[in-house]
């Protein structure tokens, strides 16, 4: 698709600011604790000793939504990111001298989301071919792709080589037919992970119109999966049918998503979803994955995002 839809977090900036005074300003202070000044990265924890690939996009993102992303300067972000890319033009999950830490395929799909949000994807032109190659090497003939641990192919990690793709131009190296036959049979299994379930319809909304997703995709099965997640206390479990799962920010977020896509989050009990983030929120401005734990940037992100699609209604 040439153009990107504007209701993803991951790729495109935000056409309005989150209303972020009703968080209060704290937030953003937690977001720049997080922030390593020398080598240019973001770390999941206040006290994290180095920065990290996801948890820097996951900063950008949450700063460019609150209209902040100007506090940190992109060439250092730039620089950081590009220690981290390893010989096979594969990215780890932090700076890699001598490929001391091995490439995969999440930190690659961070850092191309990273590197593209600052606007320097261009300086990545003469590496697009190898890394659209290290992508490719993940593919299955099953039109699904693998991860750096295991050769079966996952909703997940297909998501994030599509898009990494996508980004760099490369979708013409896959066969979509196949991608997306391999993505529509994922929906005969009963009960998949919300993760799992979002991940396809991200993939699917990548190769194929809003209207033949909605055409070649059971889209009431994918809706009540994601609507059955949700708990009495209006934050989302992995399952549907587990009620041994608790809620959980992750899978809130995930959800929350999932349901944007298909247009359906007016199913789902906004009020309490809205509460149960908030009440999320701790002292320090950030957000834990549940009531009273430990800050993280990954799970502030995952708070933020979400409260932008509630409250965007």
């Given at each position: 698709?040439?153009?990107?839809p504007?209701?993803h977090?991951?790729?495109?900036s ?25 080598e ?11 920065p ?22 992109r ?8 220690g ?20 995969n395929?999440?930190?690659t799909?961070y ?16 590496h697009?071919p190898?890394?659209?190659n ?9 039109g699904?792709?693998h ?7 996952n ?5 994030q ?7 760099l ?14 993505l529509?049979?994922?929906?005969t ?9 979002t ?5 699917l ?32 479990r ?15 977020f ?28 701790n002292?320090?401005?950030?957000f ?18 979400s ?7």
């Amino acid at each position: 698709m040439e153009s990107l839809p504007n209701w993803h977090p991951y790729w495109s900036s935000f056409p309005n600011e989150l209303e972020y005074s009703d968080l209060d300003t704290a937030v953003i202070d937690f977001i720049m604790s997080c922030y390593h000044k020398v080598e240019g990265g973001f770390g999941d924890y206040k006290t994290e000793k180095e920065p990290y690939v996801s948890s820097t996009a996951k900063g950008l993102i949450c700063l460019d939504l609150l209209k902040k992303i100007d506090m940190v300067k992109r060439i250092d972000i730039y620089s950081f990111l590009r220690g981290c890319q390893n010989s096979d033009f594969g990215f780890a999950i932090t700076t890699s001298k001598s490929d001391l830490y091995p490439s995969n395929l999440e930190s690659t799909y961070y850092s191309i989301i990273a590197i593209n949000l600052i606007g320097y994807l261009p300086r990545l032109k003469l590496h697009q071919p190898k890394i659209i190659n290290w992508v490719l090497s993940h593919y299955n003939f099953d039109g699904g792709f693998h991860s750096d641990e295991s050769v079966v192919s996952n909703e997940y990690y297909t998501f994030q080589a599509l898009l990494i793709l996508n980004l760099l131009k490369g979708l013409d190296r896959i066969d979509p037919n196949l991608t997306v036959s391999y993505l529509i049979n994922r929906q005969t299994f009963k009960n998949p992970e919300v993760t799992l379930t979002t991940s396809q319809l991200l993939s699917l909304y990548l190769l194929i119109s809003p209207e033949e997703v909605i055409d070649r995709l059971n889209i009431k099965v994918s809706t009540s999966r994601l609507l059955r997640c949700q708990n009495k206390t209006g934050g989302f479990r992995k399952k549907k049918i587990d009620l041994i799962y608790k809620s959980d920010m992750l899978y809130t977020f995930q959800a929350i998503i999932g349901l944007t896509i298909i247009r359906k989050l007016t199913r789902i009990n906004k009020e309490k979803a809205i509460e149960w983030i908030i009440s999320c929120q701790n002292d320090d401005g950030g957000f834990g994955n549940k009531p009273n734990a430990k800050s993280s940037l990954s799970n502030t992100f995952y708070a933020l995002i979400s409260l932008y699609h509630l409250t965007s209604l």
